[in-house]
């Protein structure tokens, strides 16, 4: 009996410590997470990549980095896939601070970190036909622009927000930051960026009533 007890204290033990490390590890990510995280750049003080609330259509999508693959497609003389790695590798990366206003009434200023659309543009070598820019994201949320407003503002797909690399559940690997435009446009989880002379296209909430345009100086209704 007395083994018995013995040994029924020591399994308990075990679970403990082994409870114990795991919560020790899982509280280590997160105070590395929020000590990496940027708060403060050149002087403006930052949002917290955690004061975004939830509103994607099909909940966190949670992607392979080595199974990824973004596509060029459509309109294009050189049809693309891209790994995530020969994106972040081959591409110069560029900076921005850019506040994120959602149609809720909540906005976000972040620290951008990404690549211009217009450097993936250019490999893919668009054809002249092409007048509109279709995102495709992994859940299957769409949202389209014109392509003078992708080139004329050089506008960036990011893959990192206040110096962390983007988490799942901020949009990973990309989100498209489009700089002047109601959050909807903010497409997350970019899978394929299609060409296109539709010039009526409408995207998942833009097919819903909200503008296409999604300017933030206009009614985000049509």
């Known amino acids: 009996m007395f083994k018995d007890l013995t ?3 020591i ?3 075990l679970i403990l410590l082994s409870v114990t490390f795991l919560l020790g590890n899982f509280f280590k990510e997160d105070f590395e997470l929020e000590k990496e995280e940027l708060r ?3 002087g403006t003080e930052l949002s917290s990549i955690y004061d975004f609330r939830e509103n994607s259509i099909k909940g966190y999508q949670y992607i392979s980095k080595d ?8 309109l294009v003389n050189n049809t693309q896939n891209f790994s995530y790695d020969a994106i972040i590798n081959s591409f110069t990366s560029y900076k921005k601070v850019i506040t994120l206003y959602c149609v809720e009434g909540w906005d976000v200023k972040l620290l951008w970190e990404g690549i211009r659309i217009n450097d993936l543009l250019d490999v893919a070598n668009i054809s002249e036909d092409a007048n509109t820019i279709i995102f495709h994201a992994v859940d299957g949320f769409t949202t389209s622009f014109p392509v003078e407003y992708i080139i ?3 506008i960036m797909l990011a893959y990192k927000m206040n110096n962390v690399t983007m988490p799942p559940e901020r ?3 990309f989100q498209l930051v489009a700089e002047g435009k109601w959050g909807y446009k903010w497409i997350k989880w970019v899978s394929e960026i299609e060409l296109s002379d539709n010039i009526n296209y409408r995207g998942f909430w833009e097919s819903r009533g909200y503008s296409n345009d999604g300017d933030l100086d206009k009614s985000y209704f049509d």
Do not use: S
């Open 67 to 74: 199974d990824y693959e973004l596509k060029i497609t459509g």
């Open 11 to 13: 399994v308990i033990l």
């Open 152 to 154: 004329d503002n050089n």
């Open 171 to 173: 949009g990973f690997p």
């Open 7 to 9: 040994f029924h204290i």
């Open 40 to 42: 403060n750049y050149n």
